[in-house]
């Protein structure tokens, strides 16, 4: 079957982290809904490796059905900051913690 956006594990987890600078960018909820919609696409196809730690799978479910709930629901502006900065925070924990999995020591920069 032919996938719309894309099909793996790291290419749609990349293509899914292009649009956290949207996510975090957005001044209002119609930004962030629209940012999030873009985001989550790239995660409904997502096969996560069955050797990856649980607790790494159980973070990418939550984040992905977290985005999911978002496309679904609409926000009012004073939520959104919270939301986008809990998000922007876990998808980059997501990716150091595969990284750590991995052995590849990871750091976190003084700039990111």
């Known amino acids: 079957m032919k996938s719309k ?5 790291i290419y749609p987890l990349g293509l899914y982290m292009m649009h956290l600078e949207r996510i975090a960018d957005a001044k209002n909820s119609i930004a962030f809904m629209i940012a999030v919609h873009g985001a989550y696409d790239h995660l409904r196809e997502l096969n996560i490796p069955k050797d990856l730690p649980k607790n790494i799978q159980k973070e990418i479910k939550y984040l992905s059905n977290r985005l999911y709930q978002h496309c679904n629901t609409l926000h009012f502006f ?5 939301d986008r900065d809990r998000i922007v925070y876990q ?3 997501i990716l150091f913690n595969i990284d750590k999995y991995y052995n590849n020591e990871p750091s976190r ?4």
């Open 91 to 93: 998808s980059k924990s």
């Open 5 to 9: 956006f894309g099909k793996g594990f």
């Open 78 to 82: 004073k939520k959104v900051p919270n």
């Open 109 to 112: 920069g003084e700039i990111e």
